[in-house]
């Protein structure tokens, strides 16, 4: 007999997951003594100068054209409450990710439950990604992509509810993620919420009132997600959430655009010295940043071919790394087990490593094989709520891996941290059915051996 599937967690067992996330990261912190590096607060380009924001919070961000500005209004609120202080700052981001870590598990235990209806199997895969490297990473990281995780999970999660419920405050939720997005990152560009809250309409298909109320929500969603943009447009006379486009677009032109480095405009507009977040802030870097994309526009037209294969080769390249594979490690990052520090495939004398190769070819080969399993989840499962959260899904994936490697020569581990709570559970999902799959066809073959003659046996 088929039990019915799961329709809601156990309490006892979600508290015993929460209960085990703070028992691992006590571990974690206090005997193997990983924790935030408070030198990336300073040393990030994206940072503004912690006592600028604690002095005029609104005033700093208002002349934050470099970038969207909520990261920093993190920052700003914790350095207003700490008054400036670095140690309490990291303590309080720090804080703020272990908290996000929380509500991630819950939000991806929902996710699991709703598409597979196990309970226990789904909150043990999100109690896996909690404990997962790639989230312990992350979580003590002083910089946005924890933060991007958790905002997409708690998109995917809304848009099922809005999927299988057509409640606007679902549409609303989603809607409210992609604001909070695209106010974090310049890769969610307005366009981009454009296109996917397009998807969603299409996928949920709503009819009459809900139907008007979810293009009014979709409209609001897009007027907030323009407002930097407005702001930059009234302040700086540009449109963009960011003025970094041309420097990232010349990293990644045939052959690279000489002085247009980020070091080149500080070198060049007496920057140096200068903290770094506010350097690259200035207000000259917009004239500098449209030259150098007008040139790298240039030169990507005249090596449209040789463009093409050098992002196609970033792409498999970024593929074969795992998300903590990145280059600002935590404190201690080198006490936590199990992890090949050196993912490079040769060493300094030019000689292969077949450790490191093997594990990015494994590692290329799974993401591969997990992007065919979704196309065919999408194509091919039984569940309609399930191809229509995945068709949604497609269009989302697409645009930001399209965008991440068309315009970003290398930090994809990092950039694709923000997909991989889901990436996670359906990486999950594949060994379940990799495995059924060979269960089953064992179970065919023990089934059907009676009837045939075993080899030398008589009549």
């Not at 000259?284 to 005249?302: K, L, N, T, Y």
């Not at 594990?359 to 591969?368: D, E, H, P």
């Not at 065919?372 to 709520?385: C, K, M, V, W």
Request: net charge positive; glycine share 8%; proline share 5%.
């Amino acid at each position: 007999m088929t039990m019915p599937p799961a329709t809601r967690l156990s309490h006892p067992l979600v508290l015993a997951c929460l209960l085990a996330i703070v028992a691992h990261r006590a571990f974690v912190g206090l005997w193997l003594g990983i924790a935030p590096d408070p030198a990336f607060l300073t040393g990030h380009w994206q940072h503004l100068d912690l006592a600028d924001l604690h002095a005029d919070l609104t005033g700093t961000l208002l002349n934050l054209q470099s970038q969207p500005p909520l990261w920093n209004a993190t920052l700003g609120l914790a350095s207003v409450a700490c008054g400036a202080q670095m140690a309490c700052v990291v303590s309080a981001v720090h804080f703020l990710h272990m908290l996000l870590t929380m509500v991630l598990f819950l939000l991806l235990a929902h996710i699991a439950l709703r598409l597979t209806g196990h309970a226990a199997g789904s909150a043990l895969i999100a109690l896996g990604f909690c404990l997962s490297p790639a989230a312990i990473y992350y979580e003590n990281y002083l910089f946005y992509p924890h933060l991007t995780a958790f905002l997409f999970t708690l998109f995917a999660w809304a848009l099922l509810e809005w999927l299988t419920q057509r409640r606007l405050w679902a549409l609303a939720l989603l809607g409210g993620a992609l604001v909070l997005l695209s106010w974090t990152w310049t890769l969610f560009h307005p366009l981009f919420v454009a296109l996917v809250l397009g998807s969603v309409l299409l996928a949920a298909r709503p009819r009459g009132w809900a139907g008007a109320a979810g293009y009014g929500v979709a409209l609001v969603v897009l007027a907030l997600s323009l407002a930097p943009s407005v702001k930059n447009q009234a302040m700086f006379g540009f449109f963009g959430a960011g003025s970094w486009m041309g420097l990232n677009l010349a990293q990644v032109a045939p052959g690279g655009v000489e002085g247009c480095g980020f070091g080149d405009f500080i070198e060049s507009h007496g920057l140096t010295g200068v903290h770094l977040g506010t350097a690259l802030n200035d207000p000259r870097i917009i004239a500098f940043s449209d030259e150098c994309r007008g040139r790298a526009v240039e030169r990507i037209i005249a090596q449209p071919l040789t463009y093409g294969t050098d992002r196609l080769r970033q792409i498999l390249s970024a593929l074969s790394m795992r998300p903590s594979d990145y280059i600002f490690d935590p404190l201690n990052w080198e006490n936590y087990p199990g992890i090949l520090r050196d993912t490079e495939v040769r060493d300094a004398q030019g000689n292969l490593r077949p450790v490191a190769v093997a594990t990015r070819l494994s590692t290329l080969a799974f993401n591969l094989a997990l992007l065919g399993f979704l196309l065919l989840r999408l194509t091919y499962s039984r569940d309609a709520l399930e191809r229509r959260f995945l068709a949604v899904m497609v269009v989302f994936f697409v645009l930001f891996f399209g965008l991440a490697h068309a315009a970003n020569g290398s930090e994809q581990e990092r950039m694709r941290y923000t997909l991989h709570p889901l990436l996670w559970l359906y990486g999950w999902l594949m060994l379940w059915a990799v495995a059924r799959l060979v269960t089953g066809r064992r179970e065919g073959r023990r089934d059907t051996a009676p009837s045939r003659p075993l080899p030398g046996g008589g009549r």
